[in-house]
C-alpha cells in the first residue's frame, strides 16, 4: 500500500503544478503531502510555486487587458491579396 | 440562397472579422506575424470552400472553425519538429535516481524575494522573456492554461491532446520559468 503512495520529486511537482490551478485530486494530493514530510527541496518548490503563481496572474491580467487588432494596412494588403484568389 | 448571401459577405470578411480571428490566434501563439498568416490562411480556406457553407452556424464560426484547425496544424508542426533536445530537464530521466532533482536544477532559496515581489513592468518584461525561452510548444500550451485560463478539457480539445499530457507539458513549463525567474529576477 505505501508503495503506492511513494512518489518521486517530478511526480511531487507535476501534482504541485496541478494543484496551483486547483485541478489535482485528492488521492494526488495525499501523495503530494506525503512526498513533501520526506522532501525539503520539493516544500521549497511548493512555496516559490505558489509566488509564482501570483506573478502569473498578474500578468494575466496584464494580458488579457489588451485587445489586438490588425493595423489598417494589414487589412487592405489582406483584402488585396483575397480579391485575388477569388 | 445561403450561398448567395455568403458570396456577398466576402467582401465584408475582412472588416468583419479580421480583428476578431487576430486577437483569437495571438492569444494562443501569441506571434503578431504568425496570427496574421494563420488568419490570411483561414480567409482562404473560407474562401475556397464557401460553397460548403451551409448557414447551420455565423459566419464568425464558421470561420473559428477553419481557424481552429489551423492552429492545430501548427500545433502539430511545432509538436514534431522539435525533438526531445530542446527540452531542458530538471530530472534525472533514468538510472537510480530517476525522478530526483538534477543537482543543477535544485531550487535554490530566494533570498531577497520580499523586496522582489512587487508587480511592476520590469516583472512583466521578465516574465515575458523567460516564457519565451520556452519551447514554442510548452510556451502556447502554459499561455493558454495560465494566461489566457482556459478550461484544461478546452485546451485538450483544441490541440488534441490528453490530459496527463497537458499536465506533463505545464509542469516542464513551470519548473523552466522557475529556474529562469531565480537566475534572472531573483537572485540575480
Partial sequence: ?86 | MTEQKNILNINKWIDNYADYLYNYTISRVNNSDLAKDLVQETFFSGLKSAKNFQGKATERTWLVSILKRKIIDYYRKINSKKGKAEVRMNFYDDGENEGNWLEERVPQSWDNASEKNIENEELKNQLEACINKLPEKYAMVFRMKTVQEFETEEICKELGITSSNLWVMIHRARTQLRKCMEDNWFNN
Avoid at chain 1, 494543484?19 to 513533501?36: D, F, P, T, V
Avoid at chain 1, 505558489?50 to 489586438?68: D, E, M, P, R, W
Fill in chain 1, 1 to 86: 500500500m505505501f508503495k503506492t503512495l511513494k512518489i518521486t520529486c517530478d511526480q511531487a511537482t507535476t501534482i504541485c503544478d496541478k494543484n496551483q490551478y486547483g485541478e489535482a485530486s485528492i488521492k494526488e494530493l495525499i501523495k503530494l503531502n506525503i512526498h513533501l514530510i520526506i522532501c525539503r527541496i520539493c516544500i521549497r518548490y511548493s512555496k516559490q510555486n505558489v509566488t509564482l503563481s501570483n506573478f502569473y496572474k498578474g500578468y494575466s491580467k496584464n494580458c488579457k487587458g489588451i485587445a489586438h487588432c490588425m493595423s489598417v494596412e494589414d487589412k487592405e494588403a489582406l483584402k488585396a491579396s483575397l480579391a485575388q484568389n477569388k
